[in-house]
């Protein structure tokens, strides 16, 4: 049953996203940075500190019970819920999963990004990430903000390469190699 939900919930399983008939290769998986894990923690932690309280309040702890297992529940999903949030790259494209219970993906080609605005905020830039704004030919998706990304001048470095090699490999008079 574990092996189950760590499969189904905890994973987004980018491995089967990607398009192997079209020799597609995994560049760069980029999980969110810690920081976001704070707020998900803190809901459990309240959670269990409200159910703590049924031993002093017993006359009310069926209802600090439920109350205090709600918030449980409702940090642990938000936890699985930025852990499945993941931002690839590939030879070929960028896209994202999000999702816990039903995940969603979007994604948009190499050839077509034209710009990252990469935003670091002060907070950011002391724990060590920033967010991704993204201007391409297909506005309309969910590749527009990626936030939290750790080390975003290395992410967006392999990013901008991967697009140089995309472009290189349509154009024979670009060498990447200088």
């Known amino acids: 049953m574990l092996d189950w939900l760590r ?11 990607l ?6 290769t995994l560049v760069v998986e980029v999980r969110k940075h810690w920081v976001v894990y704070l707020k998900p923690v803190g809901w459990l932690l309240l959670g269990l500190g409200v159910m703590s309280l049924t031993l ?17 529940l409702w940090g642990l999903y938000r936890f699985l819920e930025q852990y499945n949030d993941r931002f690839v790259v590939t030879n070929l494209r960028v896209f994202r999963v999000t999702g ?11 050839r077509r990004v034209l710009d990252i605005t990469v935003r670091k905020p002060l907070i950011g830039r002391m724990l060590g990430y920033g967010h991704f704004i993204f201007e391409s030919a297909a506005q309309e998706q969910g590749l527009r903000e990626i936030t939290y990304v750790p080390d975003p001048d290395g992410s967006e470095q392999t990013i901008q390469d991967q697009v140089l090699r995309t472009v290189a490999s349509r154009r024979p008079d670009i060498n990447i190699d200088t």
């Open 7 to 17: 499969r189904h919930l905890a994973d987004p399983q980018v491995a089967s996203r």
């Open 19 to 24: 398009q192997r008939h079209l020799d597609e």
């Open 56 to 72: 002093w309040w017993w006359q009310v702890g069926w209802l600090l019970l439920i109350l205090g297992a709600g918030l449980v």
């Open 100 to 110: 816990v219970f039903d995940q969603q993906s979007a994604s948009t080609p190499l």
